[in-house]
C-alpha cells in the first residue's frame, strides 16, 4: 500500500505531501483503487450525492463495511452529501450523518449549508464541494471556518489556484482542525457544461434535477440548429456542442502539482473498475515520477494510451493552462480504444492450487484472448489466455455452458465477472 507521496514544489516551499483521491461507485471499485494506489476513496449513499441517477450507490448499511475495508487497508474514506438539500431530506440527511460519525468516515464532501451545519454540529470534518464554485481567496477564507479542505471551482487556472494556494500558506489560513487549508483540485474525467456550477438544464426538460443527481444528461446528445426564418440547417463542426471532451491532466500533471494543491481527484463514481484501476495506477505512476525526477514525454505518451483503453469521450487539459472552452467531444460516448465484453462469471476455487475457475454464460473465449476479472474482492485484474484450460484439459475454444482454469491469486467467488477484452471501433 502506497502512502502520499512527497514533493517539491517549485516555488520553494517546504516539501508537501499530495493526496491522490479516487472514485468508488461500486464494492468492485474499492479494491482496484486501493490495488493502483489510491490514498483514499470517495463514494456517494442513498439520493443525496451527485451520482444518484448514473451510479448505483451504496445504502446506509454499506457505510460500516466500507470503513472497515478502508481503515484495513490504511486509505481515507470520504462520503459525498453534495446535492441541494431540500426540507424533506432532513431526516434523511441526520440518519446518514449519525451513521458517518458511528463508522469513523474521515470526510463528508458538502457544499449545502444543512450539511455543512450538521457536520460542525456532530463534529464531522468537512470538505467543502466544487459546487460550492470557490474561485476566489476570500470565498476560501470564508469556507476555512467550517471545514479542512476546499475543492476550488474547476474554471480556474493554475496562475489562480497557484496565488490561493501560496496566500494560504502567506496568511496561515488554517481550517477548523487548526491546520492549514488544503487545496483540492480534479486532474481526471468527466466535465458537463456546467463544469463546477449548477445546472438546469435537465430539470426543465424531464423535471430531473442535476442538482439532486438525477440528471438525464441532455448535453450529452446531438441537437440540430435552425435557422426559424429560412429554416436552414446548421452543423457546427459535427461536434456535440454541449459535450465537452474529458478532463486530463497526466500531460501537465507536473504543473499542477508545482501550484501547491494538497488533493488530486479523479472524477468517476458512475465507472466500473476498470476505470478507477487504470487512471489511478497511471496517476499514481506520474506522481513517483515527478517525485523521481523521471517525469519524461515518453512515459506521458505511455500514460495517455493506457487512459485511452478505458472510458472516456477525448481528453483537453480543461482550463488549467488558460484555454477557452471549446474542446467539445465529437462522439456521442465513450472513444476508449478497448471494450470489455462479458462473457461469465467465477464458480469455483481451488485455494491450494490458487487456480480459479470461471464459466462462460455468453460468446466465446479463444486461446490468446486478453481477459479481466471484476469483483468486490479483486477489484480488478487482467489475464492473457496463452494456454486454455476447458473443462480440466487444454483446448483451443470455451463456448457457454464450458468452464476454464488458470492460476488466479485472489479467491474466486460467483460474484466474480469476467469479461474479453477486445479493441473498439473507435480505433
Known amino acids: 500500500m502506497s502512502c502520499p507521496v512527497n514533493l517539491k514544489q517549485s516555488n520553494g516551499d517546504s516539501l508537501q505531501k499530495i493526496e491522490l483521491l479516487s472514485p468508488a461507485g461500486s ?29 448505483n450507490s ?21 462520503i459525498t452529501l453534495n446535492t441541494v438539500m431540500y426540507e424533506h431530506d432532513m431526516h434523511l440527511l441526520r440518519t446518514i450523518l449519525q451513521e458517518v460519525k458511528k463508522q469513523n468516515i ?39 471556518r467550517f471545514a479542512d479542505v476546499v475543492v476550488l471551482a474547476r474554471e480556474l487556472t493554475l496562475k489562480q489556484v497557484e496565488y490561493i494556494s501560496k496566500e494560504i500558506k502567506r496568511r496561515k489560513i488554517n481550517g477548523v482542525s487548526g491546520e492549514l487549508l488544503k487545496i483540492e483540485v ?30 438525464v444528461q441532455n448535453c450529452r446528445r446531438p441537437y440540430i440548429v435552425k435557422d426559424a426564418e429560412t429554416n436552414e440547417v446548421l452543423q457546427i463542426d459535427h461536434e ?18 508545482n501550484s501547491g494543491v494538497n488533493v488530486l481527484k479523479i472524477e468517476g463514481r458512475s465507472k466500473g473498475a476498470d476505470y478507477v484501476y487504470s487512471v489511478t495506477q497511471c496517476y499514481r505512476e506520474a506522481l513517483r515520477a515527478i517525485e523521481n525526477n523521471s517525469y519524461t514525454p ?53 485455494p491450494n492450487i490458487k487456480v480459479g475457475e470461471f464459466i462462460i454464460e455468453s460468446g466465446c473465449i479463444k486461446t490468446g484472448d ?49 469479461y474479453k477484452i477486445i479493441e473498439s471501433s473507435h480505433v
Open 240 to 257: 456535440y456542442i454541449m459535450s465537452p471532451k474529458d478532463l486530463c491532466t497526466i500531460g501537465i500533471l507536473d504543473q499542477v502539482v
Open 27 to 55: 464494492f468492485d471499485c474499492i479494491p482496484a483503487a486501493i490495488n493502483a494506489g489510491a490514498d483514499a476513496i470517495y463514494f456517494g449513499v442513498e439520493q443525496l450525492n451527485m451520482r444518484t441517477r448514473s451510479s
Open 186 to 215: 480534479f486532474v481526471h474525467g468527466a466535465l458537463c457544461m456546467a463544469v463546477s456550477g449548477k445546472c438546469y438544464l435537465s430539470l426543465h426538460t424531464q423535471n430531473a434535477s442535476a442538482n439532486r443527481g438525477a440528471c
Open 106 to 144: 474521515d470526510a463528508v464532501i458538502a457544499s449545502d449549508f444543512a450539511v455543512v451545519e450538521y457536520c460542525n454540529q456532530l463534529n464531522i470534518p468537512l470538505h467543502i464541494s466544487t459546487q460550492a464554485n470557490i474561485s476566489n481567496l476570500e470565498a476560501v477564507q470564508f469556507f476555512s
Open 298 to 350: 515518453d512515459k506521458i505518451e505511455e500514460w495517455l494510451k493506457r487512459l485511452s483503453t478505458v472510458y472516456n469521450r477525448g481528453f483537453w487539459e480543461g482550463y488549467y493552462l488558460g484555454h477557452k472552452l471549446g474542446e467539445w467531444t465529437p462522439h456521442p460516448g465513450s472513444v476508449a480504444t478497448e471494450k470489455k465484453i462479458y462473457v461469465g462469471k467465477g464458480s469455483k476455487y481451488y
Open 370 to 418: 486478453s481477459l479481466m476479472i471484476i469483483g468486490p474482492v479483486i477489484g480488478m485484474a487482467k489475464e492473457k489466455m496463452e494456454t486454455l484450460i476447458v473443462n480440466g484439459v487444454k483446448g483451443n475454444i470455451a463456448v457457454k455452458g464450458d468452464k476454464i482454469t488458470f492460476p488466479f491469486g485472489t479467491k474466486v467467488t460467483a460474484s466474480d465477472k469476467l
Open 58 to 78: 451504496f445504502s446506509i448499511s454499506d457505510i460500516k463495511e466500507i470503513s472497515t475495508l478502508c481503515k484495513l487497508n490504511d486509505i481515507r474514506t470520504y
